[in-house]
Every structure is written in structure tokens, then in C-alpha cells.
């Protein structure tokens, strides 16, 4: 973190303390409280929406059931403050996991759908279970009492802070951990994420429990601070209102979900203010007015798509002066701003706000991060070797048989990959390479036969189980994580190299720093090994399609695979890359891995395949030693077209 940044923090955590001393309005200091709360539950709703990509619907829900959880312990069994807020996160965190387990098998809308639903429910459950949340009455709660010392409205506001910052520090720590990289992985590539072992399901579950467990210290606190809890409060409204501050706030930052709990809580209070609103939407006008003259100017945008914005923010400053009351159209100017912003902004304003500081000072985008080079005096790269002890078969594909509706890509294919050696798989377009590789990852599952992998049935297991028995992948359309650097591409590879705990990501134990310095070594070594180390802090997206299958060669090898598919590696490379391609493969499989290669480029297949198979339609129609094969009737045929005779 930059020394600006930690100043800045400071600075605002030293204003936030100072506010009730400054401003000492009751009511303003409890608002201030309702957006210290609602900040903390969005910081843990971005998690899921920002950076897993998935909408929840169910959030006021959760947030309802750590308000009655505390509600409940207090006012039916006298639990104190400070057992009833963990409890609540504890208990929260449960149904997050009794929710995402089933909704999480599907996406997007469904999804939506599912956590709806459940909001749905868990409302008429409050309202029926009278005996423990006395139904649509509602509970009465004091707030606590500390040493004798009944906490005050103000005192509260510091207890609100307290969370705010804790919880600031704890979902800033596991993001910037392994954890935040699987999500952000995920949601960038599902299925290369699979293939490296972080397994999307597992993966999105974590994420939607880690929010509930945040939600409900948020409900909790709500609980305290209204003093009176009822069933209608958790209503979908506010589900959708936390949605909009999200987004609003700007996703994927710490800032946003404050931002944005400011401008829920505060903009139905500036909108019962006339005064207060002509003089903010002016001020917002001449901000829109300047920016779009600056945008225009510079090329940033064109007259046209400045237009519309224009004119709302104009007419809604003019349309001010018309009204003489406001609470007539609260609602009407609430949901156009809104709109507005959604629709504009669709970062969100501080993401608006990043990518103006970004274009005028360009060199802040690079995350620059050291790069651990231990130079040449040690291990090449630092993956185990897989020393070729028994001979025999590492992988055996029977009978398989993949339908796709009336189309037989698969069709009764055996295939017997030798311990050490590199295998070719040839063949014309169409003919189902990729299909086989797809089926022995796991991505399909074959309609009929059975693979066996280091003397175990692999058939039918999820990819991710697949990669961490230990086979690693490329992809003939290159799935990288685009918008993640080089080597934040490999750490993900690294995955199954961590292995401490959330806690040790949240305290930062020598453990975890341990294993984090590690990984990046070997990450730094990997792309070393394929020749990427000066572009390392790379964004992935940015590179040459050629080093991008290098980057993804070096991701497969993080994994620490037995067994690597390479699924056409050489195409869009140059001819002096793919000569440092077959020096590669070569030390892959000097180190004992055992590699299936697909590839068109005949001349790489002929000098260092130690056998190869050649498919046509979707069967095996030859097999041998490349001379062998070079040299079939029925291949060259198909295949090699006469060339090669
Ligand atoms: P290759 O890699 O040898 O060029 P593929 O394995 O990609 O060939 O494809 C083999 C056949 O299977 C093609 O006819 C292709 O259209 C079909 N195929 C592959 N994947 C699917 C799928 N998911 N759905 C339907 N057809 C598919
Ligand atoms: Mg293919």
C-alpha cells in the first residue's frame, strides 16, 4: 500500500471520530450510524457481486436474520451484546451456507430467482414464528449496557466505527489473499479456473458465506441501534436498494460500498430538503457540465453521448426552482438519479473517479509487484520431479463414447498414454482432439466408457478434483484471466500450495507469509522457465496471443501435474518460439511429466512424440510411433492429405 493511501486512511478514520464532536445532531449521528451499518453489509455483498459476478437477492434477508438472531438472544435468553453479535455472524453464516448450496448449482438469473425466494421465506418465517420473534409486533431491544455504563447514541456511533474499520481490514486481507484471487479468477475464466484445481462451486459457496457471516454482524448491529425489530423491515425493497449501492458505490474497491451506503442512506434526507436539493443538483449540473466539455474536448467521448446526461442533470437542476415541495417527487427524482448513475457510471462512481486519476496520472494502472528472481544458481524451476520409476501406463481411456445429440464426437476411442512419454494427437479438424481432452479433464462427461488415471477411475469427476489428482491443462482457444497479471495467472496454478486457514490470511500468521513468498518464488521461476519473466506484471489480456499459450503452459505446470494436455501450443506462435516450444516440452518431460500434445505443426509432433494417435471423425484410425503413423495409407489419407508421401 502506498504511503498516500495510509495517509488517507488516517486521515479518514480521524475525521469519522471526530464527526459526532463536530456535528453533534442526534439525529444525524444515528444516520451516520445506519451508514457505518449498511457500508459493512455492502463490503460484504461486493465480495459476491463485484467479484464473483453473481446477483443476490437475498441479502436483506441475511441481514434480517442477523438483526433477529441478536433481537431473539437478547430479548428471549438475556444475551449480552458482545455474545449475541458473534453468535449472529456464526448463525448468519449457516443459512448463507444453507442457501448457497443449492442456489449456487445455478447462475445468473436463476440464481436471482433462488435468493428472491429465499427473502421471500425467511420474511414469512419471522412473521410466523411468533413464540421466538413475536411475529409482525416486533421486538423491543435495549442498547447494551458496558461495566454499568448504558451506551449512548454517540457511544454507539464509536461501536459502529470500531466494526466498520475491522471489518474494512478483514474482507481488504482476504481479498488481497489466495481467496480473493480464486473469486476474481472464477468469475474471469470458470473453466481454466476449474482446470487449475479452484473449483467454481466450492469457490462461490465460500464467497456467499463469507458474506452472509459479514451481513450478519451487520444485522446484528442494526438491531442494537434501532432498538426495535420488525419482520417488514427486510423487505425486498431493501434488498434491491443494497444491490443499487453496490453499484452506485463502484464494485471491486473498499471505497464504493461506503460511498454508496452514504448516498442510500443520505439522498432521501437531501430530498426532503428543497434548499439543500437545488443546491446539490446545481452543484452536480456544473460537475457534469465541465466534465462532458473536458470529455469532448479531448476525444473521451463524443457530443452524442453527452447529450442525454446533459440535459437530466440540467433539467433536474432547473426543475428545482419549480418545485415548492419536494416530497411529492422524492421518489420520481430518487429513481432517476439512480438510473442515472447506473446507467452512466457503470463502475460505479469511484470507479468513475479511478479511471479519471488513471488517465491523468497513466502510470498508477501498473500494479507493480517485485519480482522474486533468486537467479540462476538455483533449480531451473522449482516443480518436483515425477521420476519415471514402474513403467507402464499413467492413463488408460476405454470405449469412450461422447454424444453430442446425433453427432458422435467420441466414438468407442481407446487410448493408452505410456508413464514419461509424450503422446501426439493427430488428426483433421472435427475429428474430436479437444473433445478428448475436454472428457479426460472432466469439462465433459463421456456418455459411455471409463478412464483410469494412476490406477483410478476418473470418470465422471468434476475438473477441478481431476486437476488436483493431478492433471493440468491447456486450452486450444486460450482461457487465461484476462484482466489478471502474469504471474497473479500462475499464483492461481499455485492454488493447492496454500494451505492455511482463513485466519491465518486475516492476522497474516508467519505461516501464511511463508507459504505466500513460496508460491511467488515458484511463480516467478515458472515463468522464467517459459520465458516470461519480464512480463510478469503484465496484464494477461495485454500479451501477444504466442506468449499467452506460454502463460498458460506455465499456469498447467504450477499445478504440478503428473500428466500435461497441450492442446495445440504452437498455433500463433513464430518459428523461433516454436523451436523453444520443443526444447521446453522436452525438459517437461525430462522432469518425468508425462504430456498429451494435439498439434497440426507435423514437423514439432515427428520430433518429440514418443508415440502418436491419429483420429478421424471421432475414431482411432491409426496408432504407432510417428515414423509408423507417417507412413499409414489410411493417415495420410485423411489426414496428411499425400503430402507426406
Ligand atoms: P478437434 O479438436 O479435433 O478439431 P473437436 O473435438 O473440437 O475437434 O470437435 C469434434 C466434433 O465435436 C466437432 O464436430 C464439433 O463440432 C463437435 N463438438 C465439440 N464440442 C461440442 C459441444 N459442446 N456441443 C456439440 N458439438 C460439439
Ligand atoms: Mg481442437
Partial sequence: MSVTKKISIVLAITLAALLPSLWPNPYYIHLMVVIGIYAILLLGLDIVVGYVGEVSLGHAALFGIGAYTAGVLNFQLGVPFLLAVPASVVVTALFGAILALPAL??????????????????????????????????????????????????????????????????????????????????????????????????????????????????????????????????????????????????????SGPILGAIIVVMLPNVLSDIELFRKISIGIAVITVVYSAYAVAVGMRTLKQVTLPLLVTIVLAVSGYFMENITDHRLTIFGVMILFVVYYLPNGIMGFLRSIVHRVRPQWIHRHEEILDHGDKHHIWSVPDHPVTARGHLLEARNIVMQFGGLKALNEVNLDIAKGSVHGLIGPNGSGKSTIMNVLTGIYKPTAGEIEFNGKLITGATPSSIAGEGIARTFQNVQLFGEMTAIENVLVGLHHTYRHSLLDVVFHTPRCRKEKLAARVRAASLLKFVGLADLANEEARNLPYGKQRLLEIARALALNPSLLLLDEPAAGLTAPDIKELIVMINKIRGHGITVILIEHHMDVVMSICDKVTVLDFGQKIAEGTPAIVQSDEKVIEAYLGGSAA
Fill in 105 to 254: 448449482r445455478v447462475s445468473g438469473p436463476y440464481l436471482a430467482m433462488v435468493t428472491l425466494a429465499f427473502g421471500t421465506i425467511i420474511q414469512i418465517l419471522i412473521n410466523e414464528m411468533t413464540f421466538l420473534t413475536n411475529g409482525p409486533m416486533g421486538l423491543s431491544i435495549r442498547k447494551p449496557v458496558f461495566f454499568g455504563h448504558h451506551i449512548t447514541g454517540t457511544d454507539y456511533y464509536y461501536i459502529v466505527l470500531i466494526a466498520l474499520v475491522a471489518a474494512l481490514f478483514v474482507v481488504q486481507r482476504i481479498l488481497k489473499s489466495h481467496l480473493g484471487r480464486a473469486f476474481e479468477a472464477l468469475h474471469d475464466s470458470p473453466i481454466a479456473s476449474d482446470c487449475m484445481g479452484v473449483s467454481v462451486y466450492g469457490y462461490k459457496v465460500y464467497a456467499f458465506v463469507l458474506s452472509a457471516g459479514i451481513a450478519g454482524l451487520a444485522g446484528s448491529l442494526f438491531t442494537y441501534s434501532e432498538e426495535y425489530i420488525s419482520p417488514n423491515t427486510y423487505n425486498f425493497e431493501l434488498t434491491i436498494l443494497f444491490l443499487l449501492a453496490v453499484i452506485m458505490g463502484g464494485r471491486k474497491t473498499r
